[in-house]
């Protein structure tokens, strides 16, 4: 006869709280009075795979006014130079002058699209062209061939 109460007592529980409107880095995150929440949540979800997972040093939280979005700011490694993240959720879009103001604050960026299943995707973004590694591995120039053989028409 006690398994029912016992039942009772598992549908009674309440749900347990959202840990993530209690994590102290969301909670700094909301006193930045950002207006997007989604960006804001976006940001959050960014700090945590910097943080936790990529081990980055010295991730901190920063207001831009201009754009009012959460910017992160981090090293990759102890030593390695400050960049900049921007934390994005993919439905929003993004202006030439929102990167240019971000690049102007005079560290590396990383633009972070975050989509609707917490997917993140980084990428590198540069203040002009860079011009790419060369291959790794040893390539041998074959030249070019002289002679193609033409496609046959039936």
């Not at 061939?145 to 039936?154: G, L, N, S, T």
Request: aromatic share 6%.
């Amino acid at each position: 006869m006690s398994e029912p109460s016992d039942r009772a007592d598992l549908s009674e529980k309440p749900a347990p709280p959202n840990w993530i409107l209690h994590h102290p880095a969301y909670q700094q995150m909301k006193d930045l009075e950002v207006e997007d929440s989604a960006q804001v949540h976006a940001a959050f979800l960014v700090y945590m795979d910097l943080a936790e997972v990529r081990q980055w040093k010295e991730v901190s939280c920063v207001k831009s006014a201009e754009l009012d979005v959460v910017l992160l700011e981090g090293r990759e490694k102890e030593g390695s130079p400050v960049q900049t993240v921007l934390p994005l959720p993919v439905h929003q879009s993004l202006s030439h002058r929102s990167i240019r103001h971000v690049l102007g604050r005079g560290f590396p960026m990383l633009l972070c699209a975050v989509a609707s299943d917490s997917t993140l995707v980084y990428q590198r973004m540069t203040d002009g062209l860079v011009t790419p590694d060369p291959p790794a591995g040893p390539f041998q120039d074959v030249g070019r061939r002289q002679h193609r053989k033409r496609r046959q028409q039936h």
